[in-house]
T-cell receptor
């Protein structure tokens, strides 16, 4: 157990809809990042939040957005869903945004867009 | 940002030692090297992390040469349950390098 919990574990959405995925980071971890993992591929970095501010973003369009709350939990929102958004979405947390700190992943949320 | 290269797959037998090498020629000064294990439909699980020389924990060893352009994950006496994808990860938090780039992953298949 990594202490990183994600919800929901599975969901199905229709193209064009919006989805919100949630993540509770490990206790005390103030840095949360989100990754997208398509079937058969490695995880791709979406963005990172550090103390409620986005401080890094990967090559994803603006319809991928996020929030981090004062308790360091986080949300990933995806608008105007496309079929290619079907993937496993992973949340990861660490203590401080500092080099060398171990990053722990949750079990992910499976999103299927039909 | 450093890009990593790993073998796509490896085969082994139970009880053998497995070494998986990762190349990261463009590693930055503040980058750490981290290895994760991932089973199907699960999140990546942290195995080991290092900056230079050798690191050992209860499940694996990580060897990093002086130039840090490669690293080798060593799994002693693998079992069937070690069958998984292993990712080599290079990156650092903070500053300009604040995202982690996963390699292609190595599918390790352990046979009886």
């Amino acid at each position: 157990e990594t202490g990183v919990t994600q919800s929901p574990t599975h969901l199905i959405k229709t193209r064009g809809q919006q989805v919100t995925l949630r993540c509770s980071s490990q206790s005390g971890h103030n840095t949360v990042s989100w990754y997208q993992q398509a079937l058969g591929q490695g995880p791709q970095f979406i963005f990172q939040y550090y103390r409620e501010e986005e401080n890094g973003r990967g090559n994803f369009p603006p319809r991928f957005s996020g929030l981090q709350f004062p308790n360091y939990s986080s949300e990933l929102n995806v608008n105007a869903l496309e079929l290619d958004d079907s993937a496993l979405y992973l949340c990861a947390s660490s203590l401080e945004a500092a080099a060398g700190n171990t990053i722990y992943f949750g079990e992910g949320s499976w999103l299927t867009v039909v | 940002l450093a890009k990593t290269t790993q073998p796509i797959s490896m085969d082994s037998y139970e009880g053998q030692e497995v070494n998986i090498t990762c190349s990261h020629n463009n590693i930055a000064t503040n980058d750490y090297i981290t290895w994760y294990q991932q089973f199907p439909s699960q999140g990546p699980r942290f195995i080991i992390q290092g900056y230079k020389t050798k690191v050992t924990n209860e499940v694996a060893s990580l060897f990093i040469p002086a130039d840090r352009k490669s690293s080798t994950l060593s799994l002693p006496r693998v079992s069937l349950s070690d069958t998984a994808v292993y990712y080599c990860l290079v990156g650092g938090w903070g500053g300009a390098t604040n995202k982690l780039i996963f390699g292609t992953g190595t599918l390790l298949a352990v046979q009886p």
